[in-house]
C-alpha cells in the first residue's frame, strides 16, 4: 500500500541548532516533493519543492535532500529559533493529486 | 495581495443540519481544491476544480459531500446531511496550474463542529 511516514513524535530541540525532519514514502515514484509549514489554527504554507533529479535545495536557513533510491527526503533548519516552532508537512505528487504526509511538530526551546 | 479566503472559520451545529462552507481562492489561480484534516487522517483532498471543472472528486466521502463552482471566484463545499464523523477542519487551496510542481496556498479553514 502507499505510505507518507513522518515523525508523529514532536521533535524537542534548542535555539540555535540544526532540526532535522524525515518523511519516507513507499510505493510512490513523484517527480517532486514539497514542504509545508503549519501554525495552529492556520492553513499550510509552501515553503520548498525539489525535483526528483535534485539531490538538494536550499532557501536561506532551510535545506532539502531527496534521496529517490532510499525513498526518503530530509527537511533541515539551521541555527533554529523558536520562531520555527511549527508542524512540517512533506507532500508529493501521487496519482495525479498531492498527497500529504501527516507532519511533524517542531518545538525549538529557547 | 489576498490570500485565499474561507467562511466561516468556525462552525457548530447539530447532526443532520446542512452545513455550507464558502471560498474565494486567490484572483488568477485556475485550480482550486477542498482537503479535510484530521487527526487520524492527516490532510486528505477531497475535490479538486480546473478551471472550475471538477476534475477528481474521488476523495469525497459519499453522498452526503457536494461541491459546486460556480465561477472562478467562489466555490462551496456542502454537507446534508451532517454527521458527527464529519467533525473536522476544512481547508480550501488554490493554485496557478492544477496538480503540478506549483505550490498551493491555503486558506486558514473551517473548523467544523457537528454535535
Known amino acids: 500500500s502507499q505510505k507518507i511516514e513522518q515523525n508523529s513524535e514532536a521533535l524537542n530541540i534548542q535555539e540555535g541548532k540544526t532540526a532535522t525532519l524525515t518523511c519516507n514514502y513507499t510505493?510512490?515514484?513523484?517527480?517532486?516533493l514539497q514542504w509545508y509549514r503549519q501554525d495552529p489554527g492556520r492553513g499550510p504554507v509552501f515553503l520548498l519543492l525539489i525535483r526528483e533529479n535534485e539531490k538538494e535545495k536550499r532557501k536561506e536557513r532551510l535545506k532539502v535532500t531527496f534521496d529517490t533510491t532510499l525513498k526518503q527526503s530530509l527537511f533541515h533548519i539551521t541555527a533554529s529559533q523558536p520562531a520555527d516552532s511549527a508542524t512540517y508537512l512533506c507532500?508529493?505528487?501521487?496519482?495525479?493529486?498531492?498527497?500529504f504526509g501527516t507532519g511533524t511538530r517542531l518545538l525549538v526551546s529557547p | 495581495d489576498a490570500g485565499v479566503i474561507q467562511s466561516p472559520r468556525h462552525e457548530v451545529t447539530e447532526m443532520g443540519q446542512e452545513v455550507t462552507l464558502r471560498c474565494k481562492p486567490i484572483s488568477g489561480h485556475n485550480s482550486l481544491f477542498w482537503y479535510r484534516q484530521t487527526m487520524m487522517r492527516g490532510l486528505e483532498l477531497l475535490i479538486y476544480f480546473n478551471n472550475n471543472v471538477p476534475i477528481d472528486d474521488s476523495g469525497m466521502p459519499e453522498d452526503r459531500f457536494s461541491a459546486k463552482m460556480p465561477n472562478a471566484s467562489f466555490s462551496t463545499l456542502k454537507i446534508q446531511p451532517s454527521e458527527p464523523r464529519d467533525s473536522a477542519v476544512y481547508f480550501c487551496?488554490?493554485?496557478?496550474?492544477?496538480?503540478?510542481?506549483?505550490?498551493?496556498?491555503f486558506g486558514d479553514g473551517t473548523r467544523l463542529s457537528i454535535l
Open positions: 510505493n510512490y515514484s513523484p517527480a517532486y
Open positions: 487551496a488554490s493554485s496557478r496550474a492544477g496538480v503540478s510542481n506549483q505550490p498551493q496556498h
Open positions: 507532500a508529493l505528487l501521487g496519482f495525479q493529486k498531492l498527497v
